[in-house]
């Protein structure tokens, strides 16, 4: 496909830029782009896959192709929770490039299967108060290091994993809202009523890295495209903008690559020249999406 | 001293002829029943509808996702709190005058605490995954602490209505010859063998003390958890530490109201006067004041405070009470529900059973409208503006199913009271006994 052409390329442009960027950086960062397919031997945990032609068969873990479908929800339930090792995922927003375009918009919400008025991803107008002016402010969830919603969730259905992202199980959320009456950036939205396609996408087995099929009474949101990380690719969003609005990487290697211009920048130094900030840091619940300040003024 | 019981003419036999006359299915009892039955079916109907459809049928959104189920709980949760309050804090004090009205606010409590539980169920996306709080739940998440609590509560509130009433129960195992044979069989399983021996009124009381001590801290709990459930969150105008003792003194505000009401309810069906006397009325009057002015306390405390404050966002919250769009509902409940209705039962004529049933009423309404202002404005005022959504979005009204369904919960309450009510006297005969001797021999 179109989309998975591009990224391979990206892929490739990636890793050239990380051979400047120096070599111990390297093996981490061809973790992020490989994912977790983190050995060739077989792991002797077998899981159920939908081959190209749609025949269901068990291969082992260490075998899966880039191509097959999992159709284990146990084994996608258990990497889901776990999340992937040594990652620690940032997102760095550029409001001076925000154009509303949407395109972000659009694509979060194709993947992930949103009505209309659902949004992982929402793109805000806001007024500064002394200038005057006003700015776009695309919004997701934070994936708080500190995060309210996962302290109030009583059944463990929204969850911090050890890569940073904030994920939610709709096999088991019980759909109490607590984490939306919670979460201070409004980044929960809830499945009211029946899913979009829901009688089309009864088959498929729910991956909660891309908390897709839907459920009907479940909570959902940004998952900072956990699935496309786990095959080494850039968020849904990331990729999808034309404007070079969005950054994305790991802080851990300090790198983070423009979703536009494919070009990868060390995050502290973006951070710092930039003047960067996080959405209401006295609530203390530490986001890890970072800001760069909207223009100056527009003319 | 004590007027409450009107004095010692009334012999033995007249008091059990009296107080058990209520045990008995009569016709109108059935009417009644029937009557709450078809508008039970009606309101689940629309429960079957939201379970069909999803929460998609209230009006309830992503802005708004905790409507009126959540403050109807918060209601429920604060006006069981009054059985607490009026059989152990008075009860423990040897207040005696509460003695003949202290069942009714037990069966009040009781009732609205086991209907309190089924109402968060309502209010949840996914009801058939109940079981996932017992399998998975965490114990730093308020909700759990909050089912763990109210189920405690339902607990002891039913010994404590039951523990009792034992000797009630033999007496209706040994005078009710006419009732029905399972009736019979309970009442002879329930009893325990009671048959008043000085050993199990000692046994009986000191069980009974112990639940009474027991209850104050869980009461307590029960409604400072359910505060919790706001103030933990980091939303202005739930982000409050004083959250707890507010949401207290509004329960016993609310309870006391609901039981006024029940025992009016009861003093007239089952010709009471005698027991339930005008002069329990004045009392449960004063007592009304005395909890309405700790809560007008607590207002005041909750609003100025934020309010003083220029910018902050917790004071833009309590101008939108003040001033915006809240506002009329704001005063209505404020002034209607509370200040007016506490100045007037400040005047005794206001304290006689009639009137007082009707302000206990409307303080009741107003305590319920109260919870859905603590609810649901502070949702409206996001940090972030409410954008690229339904137009709708950035009000709420609850939509027909979801009132039906409230309208549900209130019929469960009043059907659990009547049953029970029909089950077991209400008043409790073997203390008004005993103070009546205890009277007589002085
Ligand atoms: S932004 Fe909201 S939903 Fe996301 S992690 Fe923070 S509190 Fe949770
Ligand atoms: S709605 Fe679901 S994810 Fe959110 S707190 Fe409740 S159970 Fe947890």
Same mark, same amino acid.
């Given at each position: /496909?179109? %989309?998975?052409?591009?990224?391979?390329?990206?892929?490739?442009?990636?890793?050239?830029?990380?051979?400047?960027?120096?070599?111990?950086?390297?093996?981490?960062?061809?973790?992020?782009?490989?994912?977790?397919?983190?050995?060739?031997?077989?792991?002797?945990?077998? $899981?159920?896959?939908?081959?190209?032609?749609?025949?269901?068969?068990?291969?082992?873990?260490?075998?899966?192709? !880039?191509?097959?479908?999992?159709?284990?929800?146990?084994?996608?339930?258990?990497?889901?929770?776990?999340?992937?090792?040594?990652?620690?995922?940032?997102?760095?927003?550029?409001?001076? +490039?925000?154009?509303?375009?949407?395109?972000?918009?659009?694509?979060?919400?194709?993947?992930?299967?949103?009505?209309?008025?659902?949004?992982?991803?929402?793109?805000?107008?806001?007024?500064?108060?002394?200038?005057?002016?006003?700015?776009? %402010?695309?919004?997701?969830?934070?994936?708080?290091?500190?995060?309210?919603?996962?302290?109030?969730?009583?059944?463990?259905?929204?969850?911090?994993?050890?890569?940073?992202?904030?994920?939610?199980?709709?096999?088991?959320?019980?759909?109490? &809202?607590?984490?939306?009456?919670?979460?201070?950036?409004?980044? &929960?939205?809830?499945?009211?009523?029946?899913?979009?396609?829901?009688?089309?996408?009864?088959?498929?087995?729910?991956?909660?890295?891309?908390?897709?099929?839907?459920?009907?009474?479940?909570?959902?949101?940004?998952?900072?495209?956990?699935?496309?990380?786990?095959?080494?690719?850039?968020?849904?969003?990331?990729?999808?903008? !034309?404007?070079?609005?969005?950054?994305?990487?790991?802080?851990?290697?300090?790198?983070?690559?423009?979703?536009?211009?494919?070009?990868?920048? &060390?995050?502290?130094?973006?951070?710092?020249?930039?003047?960067?900030?996080?959405?209401?840091?006295?609530?203390?619940?530490?986001?890890?999406?970072?800001?760069?300040?909207?223009?100056?003024?527009?003319? | 001293?004590?007027?409450?019981?009107?004095?010692?003419?009334?012999?033995?036999?007249?008091?059990? +002829?009296?107080?058990?006359?209520?045990?008995?299915?009569?016709?109108?009892?059935?009417?009644?029943?029937?009557?709450?039955?078809?508008?039970?079916?009606?309101?689940?109907?629309?429960?079957?509808?939201?379970?069909?459809?999803?929460?998609? $049928?209230?009006?309830?959104?992503?802005?708004? @996702?905790?409507?009126?189920?959540?403050?109807?709980?918060?209601?429920?949760?604060?006006?069981?709190?009054?059985? /607490?309050?009026?059989?152990?804090?008075?009860?423990?004090?040897?207040?005696?005058?509460?003695?003949?009205?202290? &069942?009714?606010?037990?069966?009040?409590?009781?009732?609205?605490?086991?209907?309190?539980?089924?109402?968060?169920?309502?209010?949840?996306?996914?009801?058939?995954?109940?079981?996932?709080?017992?399998?998975?739940?965490?114990?730093?998440?308020?909700?759990?602490?909050?089912?763990?609590?109210?189920?405690?509560?339902?607990?002891?509130?039913?010994?404590?209505?039951?523990?009792?009433?034992?000797?009630?129960?033999?007496?209706?195992?040994?005078?009710?010859?006419?009732?029905?044979?399972?009736?019979? +069989?309970?009442?002879?399983?329930?009893?325990?063998?009671?048959?008043?021996?000085?050993?199990?009124?000692?046994?009986?009381?000191?069980?009974?003390?112990?639940?009474?001590?027991?209850?104050?801290?869980?009461?307590? @709990?029960?409604?400072?958890?359910?505060?919790?459930?706001?103030?933990?969150?980091?939303? @202005?105008?739930?982000?409050?530490?004083?959250?707890?003792?507010?949401?207290?003194?509004?329960?016993?505000?609310?309870?006391?109201?609901?039981?006024?009401?029940?025992? #009016? #309810?009861?003093?007239?069906?089952?010709?009471?006067?005698?027991?339930?006397?005008?002069?329990?009325?004045?009392?449960?009057?004063?007592?009304?004041?005395?909890?309405?002015?700790?809560?007008?306390?607590?207002?005041?405390?909750?609003?100025?405070?934020?309010?003083?404050?220029?910018?902050?966002?917790?004071?833009?919250?309590?101008?939108?009470?003040?001033?915006?769009?809240?506002?009329?509902?704001?005063?209505?409940?404020?002034?209607?529900?509370?200040?007016?209705?506490?100045?007037?039962?400040?005047?005794?004529? %206001?304290?006689?059973?009639?009137?007082?049933?009707?302000?206990?009423?409307?303080?009741?309404?107003?305590?319920?409208?109260?919870?859905?202002?603590?609810?649901?404005?502070?949702?409206?005022?996001?940090?972030?503006?409410?954008?690229?959504?339904?137009?709708?979005?950035?009000?709420?009204?609850?939509?027909?199913?979801?009132?039906?369904?409230?309208?549900? @919960?209130?019929?469960?309450?009043?059907?659990?009271?009547?049953?029970?009510?029909?089950? #077991?006297?209400?008043?409790?005969?073997?203390?008004?006994?005993?103070?009546?001797?205890?009277?007589?021999?002085?």
């Amino acid at each position: /496909m179109n %989309m998975a052409n591009k990224n391979d390329k990206s892929r490739r442009r990636f890793l050239q830029k990380l051979g400047i960027a120096g070599a111990s950086t390297v093996a981490g960062s061809a973790l992020l782009l490989q994912g977790c397919s983190d050995s060739n031997k077989a792991s002797g945990n077998k $899981v159920k896959v939908l081959t190209a032609d749609n025949k269901l068969v068990e291969v082992d873990v260490a075998h899966l192709k !880039p191509g097959d479908k999992i159709q284990d929800l146990k084994y996608l339930q258990k990497r889901g929770r776990e999340g992937i090792p040594g990652k620690k995922f940032v997102m760095v927003v550029d409001l001076a +490039k925000c154009k509303n375009a949407r395109k972000c918009m659009k694509a979060c919400q194709s993947a992930h299967q949103l009505k209309p008025e659902m949004h992982h991803l929402n793109v805000l107008e806001m007024e500064d108060p002394v200038k005057k002016t006003s700015y776009w %402010m695309p919004k997701t969830c934070q994936h708080c290091d500190n995060p309210p919603c996962v302290s109030v969730c009583p059944v463990d259905a929204t969850f911090k994993r050890q890569d940073g992202i904030v994920l939610i199980d709709n096999e088991r959320c019980i759909g109490c &809202r607590f984490c939306v009456a919670a979460c201070p950036y409004s980044a &929960r939205t809830f499945n009211w009523t029946e899913p979009k396609n829901s009688d089309k996408m009864a088959d498929v087995t729910y991956d909660m890295e891309l908390n897709v099929p839907q459920k009907k009474g479940t909570v959902t949101k940004c998952a900072f495209s956990a699935d496309q990380l786990r095959h080494g690719k850039l968020p849904y969003c990331v990729s999808a903008c !034309p404007n070079g609005v969005y950054y994305f990487g790991d802080q851990n290697e300090d790198l983070v690559t423009n979703g536009t211009t494919k070009k990868t920048v &060390r995050l502290s130094h973006l951070l710092e020249e930039n003047a960067a900030y996080t959405l209401m840091p006295e609530l203390g619940t530490q986001p890890s999406v970072y800001y760069l300040p909207p223009r100056e003024s527009e003319g | 001293m004590n007027e409450t019981i009107a004095k010692g003419h009334l012999s033995e036999e007249q008091i059990d +002829k009296d107080l058990l006359k209520n045990v008995n299915w009569g016709g109108k009892f059935k009417l009644w029943m029937g009557f709450l039955t078809v508008s039970l079916i009606i309101c689940l109907y629309y429960y079957y509808q939201q379970l069909q459809n999803g929460l998609g $049928v209230t009006g309830l959104h992503d802005y708004v @996702s905790w409507g009126i189920y959540i403050s109807n709980f918060v209601f429920f949760v604060a006006t069981s709190l009054i059985g /607490m309050l009026v059989s152990s804090v008075l009860g423990m004090m040897k207040v005696e005058w509460v003695r003949p009205v202290a &069942r009714i606010a037990e069966l009040v409590a009781l009732a609205f605490a086991m209907v309190a539980g089924l109402i968060i169920i309502t209010d949840m996306g996914r009801p058939d995954r109940l079981l996932n709080v017992f399998i998975h739940g965490r114990v730093q998440s308020p909700i759990v602490w909050d089912i763990a609590v109210v189920v405690t509560y339902v607990v002891i509130s039913g010994l404590l209505l039951y523990i009792p009433m034992l000797p009630d129960i033999a007496l209706c195992r040994d005078k009710l010859n006419n009732v029905p044979k399972w009736q019979q +069989k309970m009442y002879r399983s329930l009893s325990l063998g009671w048959n008043n021996t000085a050993k199990q009124f000692r046994l009986m009381n000191r069980y009974t003390r112990m639940l009474l001590i027991l209850i104050i801290p869980i009461a307590l @709990s029960i409604h400072t958890v359910t505060s919790w459930l706001f103030a933990m969150t980091l939303r @202005s105008g739930w982000d409050s530490p004083i959250f707890g003792p507010y949401f207290v003194s509004g329960a016993f505000v609310a309870g006391c109201a609901a039981v006024i009401i029940a025992m #009016f #309810f009861f003093r007239n069906n089952y010709k009471l006067k005698e027991y339930i006397t005008a002069d329990h009325f004045d009392r449960m009057g004063k007592l009304l004041v005395l909890v309405a002015l700790v809560y007008v306390y607590f207002n005041i405390n909750e609003i100025i405070v934020p309010g003083y404050k220029a910018n902050t966002a917790d004071a833009k919250h309590v101008h939108e009470m003040l001033y915006g769009h809240d506002s009329v509902m704001f005063w209505l409940v404020q002034l209607g529900g509370l200040v007016i209705p506490f100045l007037l039962i400040l005047f005794k004529p %206001m304290r006689k059973p009639l009137p007082l049933t009707i302000i206990a009423v409307v303080i009741l309404a107003g305590a319920w409208f109260k919870r859905v202002l603590i609810v649901v404005p502070t949702q409206l005022a996001p940090y972030y503006p409410i954008q690229n959504v339904p137009e709708g979005w950035t009000g709420y009204s609850p939509t027909t199913p979801e009132v039906a369904i409230t309208v549900a @919960s209130f019929i469960l309450v009043v059907m659990i009271i009547t049953v029970l009510a029909k089950l #077991f006297p209400v008043v409790p005969i073997w203390e008004v006994k005993e103070d009546m001797n205890h009277k007589n021999n002085k």
